[in-house]
């Protein structure tokens, strides 16, 4: 524990994308700059979720940074890498940046707090490291704040192991021949699923909504010339910026509406076969809005389901006649083998509805059909996105007012998704009400740390102090994202997009839906200092 306090111009909190990606330019631009982690390495979200099967569903080379001295020395073996190499890339980073002899990691943050008399930011840490700086910028990642369910007995009386897939220990976890639990099935279990099902003796997965899966396209690089490609990436990373999706998939402008149903099923055809997100994001311009058009790509989804599981009733629980969310609302996860799991006899599926887990004994879970022997539970219950991991933190900005309460009371109210008012000089990466749940990570972040860049050279060059947005212009953006989820049919979709698995948090769309094209534009304003008051 230090006594003294370390100052900075900024501080960043997070070693992920977003973290190396600020200090590296920061300080590139002449910033003192520290970045912390609670981590023990970089990696972010690929540090903690190294699960069994942990592979990412955004590929590659869209998803990684643009920065020439990483990306011009690295090759990818998959264009969708497995967590193992995800981590090598970020150790190649840090090898080729340095990034490491400004990061302090193993630093829980317990508070950042604004001063109002010196106009800049006390942070306080949890193993007594303290630190002042003008900028905070927290890159927190979006599933930062795991969710573990309450079970009766899973934590007090079952002896077994218990692992929460985004805090995998950082050891083999052996499953040969044991019988093992798997809670929740969204893009996390869907994974581990896939990966365990012919390793362990029994499989028990209770899901309590079906993932609407989509096949994963995914490729051997090992081959490809790498010289070749990157002739290409300058072209590829201009194109990611300025599309909607921040990858290489444009947007469909075709309305479900317009077409006849055999125009719907060419159409469907058509984007199927691209595979990958092309059925999500290149789908109908009307998917999320009309339920006609959203019913129809269901059905579509469904029946390409119902081919590949042979039990009839395993098949209707993962892909069930009427939907039981609209297609598209929440998540879907990439797959390459997930559905022909169900077909091993070892691999059981309860309906939590259906079948409640009632409660854990030492040795087994208890549903009504009786006790099954249980060696090991799995929990992948999933996150308190995208505002849980700053409400987790005391940020307290102007008249001690924490984020926690603002966004308690008023909803994750931002503006631009990037500041939010009574909290000057804060800038999130990543966060609520940005476009980061509809596009590739790492290009959402960029374009937001790119702004964040600009402003702070706008503001030293102009002799600002500090920046913070004007409320009526938050309040407006805020509605605007909220509006566009209200007359979505994401609302229907109880998931993490909306808050809804996070009891007590209020249901409204968290991310921007516009695009990551008209969020560019939007941004633009923000380097001018439009809709700031600045002193
Ligand atoms: O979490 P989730 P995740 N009892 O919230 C269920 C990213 N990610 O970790 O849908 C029983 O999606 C819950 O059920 P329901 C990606 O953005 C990316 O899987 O609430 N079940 C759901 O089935 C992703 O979307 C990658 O009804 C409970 C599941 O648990 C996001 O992270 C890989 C329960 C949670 O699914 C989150 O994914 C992994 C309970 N008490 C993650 N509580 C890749 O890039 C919750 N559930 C590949």
Redesign the pocket.
């Known amino acids: 524990m230090s006594e003294s306090i370390a100052e900075y111009d900024a501080i960043v909190i997070g070693a992920g994308f977003g973290g190396c990606y600020l200090v590296h330019h920061l300080r590139k631009m002449g910033y003192k700059v520290h970045g912390y982690d609670a981590g023990s390495e970089f990696g972010g979200?690929w540090h903690h979720?190294q699960y069994p099967g942990?592979?990412?569903?955004?590929h590659a080379p869209f998803y990684e940074l643009t920065i020439p001295e990483v990306y011009e020395s690295w090759n990818w073996s998959r264009n969708y890498p497995n967590w193992q190499e995800l981590q090598s890339y970020f150790r190649h980073m840090d090898s080729k940046l340095n990034l490491r002899k400004d990061y302090t990691f193993n630093t829980w943050l317990t508070d950042a707090i604004f001063n109002e008399k010196t106009n800049r930011w006390d942070l306080k840490f949890k193993n007594g490291d303290r630190a002042t700086c003008r900028f905070f910028i927290p890159s927190l990642g979006?599933?930062a704040a795991p969710?573990t369910?309450?079970?009766k007995g899973l934590n007090d009386k079952f002896k077994g192991e218990v692992y929460h897939?985004?805090r995998w220990p950082k050891k083999t976890v052996n499953m040969e021949d044991k019988n093992v639990v798997v809670?929740?099935?969204?893009?996390?279990?869907?994974?581990c699923i896939q990966e365990i099902s012919p390793v362990v003796k029994n499989l028990y997965v209770?899901?309590?909504?079906p993932?609407f899966a989509l096949p994963m396209p995914q490729e051997d690089l090992s081959d490809y010339s790498y010289a070749n490609r990157r002739k290409n990436y300058e072209g590829w990373y201009k194109n990611r910026a300025q599309g909607f999706s921040g990858f290489n998939i444009p947007k469909s402008s075709r309305k479900g509406t317009d077409d006849t149903p055999e125009q719907k099923k060419q159409f469907f055809d058509e984007v199927w076969a691209k595979k990958g997100f092309y059925f999500w994001v290149a789908n109908y311009s009307d998917l999320f809005f009309n339920k006609e058009t959203n019913d129809a790509a269901y059905a579509y989804w469904r029946a390409s389901i119902h081919k590949r599981v042979h039990d009839k009733e395993k098949a209707e629980k993962l892909a069930p006649k009427v939907a039981p969310y609209p297609f598209g609302c929440?998540?879907p996860?990439?797959e390459t083998h997930y559905y022909e799991q169900y077909n091993r006899p070892n691999v059981h599926l309860f309906d939590?509805k259906e079948e409640p887990?009632i409660e854990f004994t030492e040795d087994s879970v208890i549903t009504k059909s009786g006790a099954k022997k249980v060696d090991m539970v799995i929990t992948?219950?999933?996150?308190d996105?995208l505002t849980g991991p700053y409400t987790r933190i005391n940020i307290q900005g102007r008249n001690g007012r924490t984020l926690k309460d603002k966004w308690f009371e008023e909803g994750a109210t931002t503006y631009l998704g990037i500041t939010t008012y009574g909290f000057p000089n804060m800038f999130f990466i990543g966060g609520p009400q940005s476009p980061i749940?509809f596009t590739n990570n790492p290009s959402c972040l960029q374009a937001q740390a790119d702004v964040v860049f600009d402003v702070m050279k706008n503001m030293d060059a102009q002799g600002i102090d500090t920046i913070e947005p004007i409320l009526d212009n938050e309040t407006a953006y805020a509605k605007q994202v909220r509006d566009v989820g209200d007359n979505s049919l994401f609302m229907q979709a109880?998931?993490?997009y909306i808050g809804?698995?996070v009891p007590g948090k209020r249901e409204e769309l968290l991310s921007w839906l516009g695009g990551l094209e008209a969020y560019n534009e939007l941004l633009e304003d923000m380097k001018q200092f439009n809709g700031f008051k600045v002193n």
């Not at 809670?183 to 279990?189: D, L, Q």
């Open positions: 979200t979720n942990a592979r990412v569903d955004s979006l599933s969710m369910p309450n079970y897939t985004s809670i929740g099935t969204g893009a996390s279990g869907l994974q209770f899901q309590r909504s993932c929440k998540r996860s990439l939590i887990i992948a219950t999933g996150f996105a749940i109880k998931g993490w809804a698995n």
